[in-house]
Nanobody, 124 residues
């Protein structure tokens, strides 16, 4: 069983930055992609960003493109989400997830493992 642990959330003013981290308990060769999703109160969980574990191809939601950057460190079994120019509408619980197919990384339904989430709050 693969476990994911997120960290790095917190409270920040609009325009500020945060860096989220996600560590996998163990590296399995079945994992093909890693994603970040977020869920605000009363809303569905939505795609934020994703990265292919091999090759490092990245994907972003239009709402965060140009402000957020997803990256990985294979040696540390870690994925990161650098969030700049944060806006109040970015406030949500952010989840890290891992999946085994490498296809359609934008869909939350394809992910096999999820972290517990970390709260990001952006004040205006």
């Amino acid at each position: 069983q693969v476990q994911l642990v997120e960290s790095g959330g917190g409270l920040v003013q609009a325009g500020g930055s945060l860096r989220l981290s996600c560590v996998l308990s163990r590296r399995t060769f079945s994992i093909r992609g890693m994603g970040w999703f977020r869920q605000a109160p009363g809303k569905e969980r939505e795609f934020v960003a994703a990265i292919a574990w091999s090759g490092g191809i990245t994907y972003y939601a239009d709402s965060v493109k140009g402000r957020f950057t997803v990256s990985r460190d294979n040696a540390k079994n870690s994925v990161y989400l650098q969030m700049n120019s944060l806006k109040p509408e970015d406030t949500a619980v952010y989840y890290c997830a891992a999946e085994n197919t490498g296809s359609n990384l934008r869909s939350r339904y394809g992910y096999d493992y999820w972290g517990q989430g970390t709260q990001v709050t952006v004040s205006s």
